[in-house]
């Protein structure tokens, strides 16, 4: 598998994702902006939206879209658990989750990089998204992760959100559930590996 990404952005969800199911995958470094590889090369023939994570499957198939990609490779390594069999309420529960997160708290982060918008749109979308996290913070009561007690592709795309929270200056400080969380996901191997080999850590 090759992920291309770029460092800190939502491609940073399958790049834990990859190292957590022990996927052997190549990483192409993306600059956004000039929709070029680090070799070069134009992004926009490999993916024509432009866009991060990308995933290319050892059998030439480009696959987009961060949720999609997450289960493509949790299902590849089916004894890690990383989603749960497909066809399962849980399964569903996850899909659930990674819907979410990808469309209540990412797309509301989108605003907050914009450097047109004024401040006041940017305070909106601040406490539109501090409502989402305190949602979230609600939900993990007496639970290690999104899904209960394992780690879950999920973890991986909210982990990399609450990234962003500290990178926008988010005070989500009062949710102690959330950052038990976000402190316990941290601390995993394989997500500090992810963060070191993008330049992170």
Excluded at 41 to 54: A, E, H, I, M, R
Excluded at 122 to 137: H, N, P, S, T
Excluded at 142 to 154: I, K, L, N, P
């Amino acid at each position: 598998m090759k992920l291309y990404y770029s460092p800190g952005a939502c491609s940073l969800s399958p790049h834990i994702a990859l190292l957590e199911a022990g996927i052997p995958h190549d990483l192409v470094k993306v600059d956004l902006k000039a929709k070029k590889t680090e070799d070069g090369g134009d992004f926009l023939k490999v993916n024509p939206k432009g866009q991060v994570p990308t995933l290319q499957l050892d059998d030439g198939e480009i696959l987009t879209e961060g949720p999609v990609i997450v289960q493509v490779i949790a299902d590849k390594a089916p004894g890690k658990h990383l989603a749960a069999a497909c066809g399962t309420i849980e399964r569903y529960r996850l899909q659930e989750w990674l819907n979410f997160l990808t469309s209540e708290l990412h797309k509301n982060f989108s605003p907050l990089f914009a450097p047109v918008l004024s401040d006041e749109t940017k305070q909106f979308f601040r406490e539109r998204l501090m409502g989402k996290f305190k949602l979230i913070d609600e939900r993990l009561a007496g639970r290690d992760y999104m899904m209960g007690s394992q780690f879950t592709v999920a973890d991986g795309y909210l982990y990399t959100m609450l990234r962003w929270a500290d990178a926008m200056k988010l005070d989500l400080a009062a949710l102690k559930n959330l950052m038990a969380y976000k402190a316990r996901v941290a601390a995993r191997p394989q997500v500090q590996a992810a963060l070191k080999s993008e330049g992170l850590a």
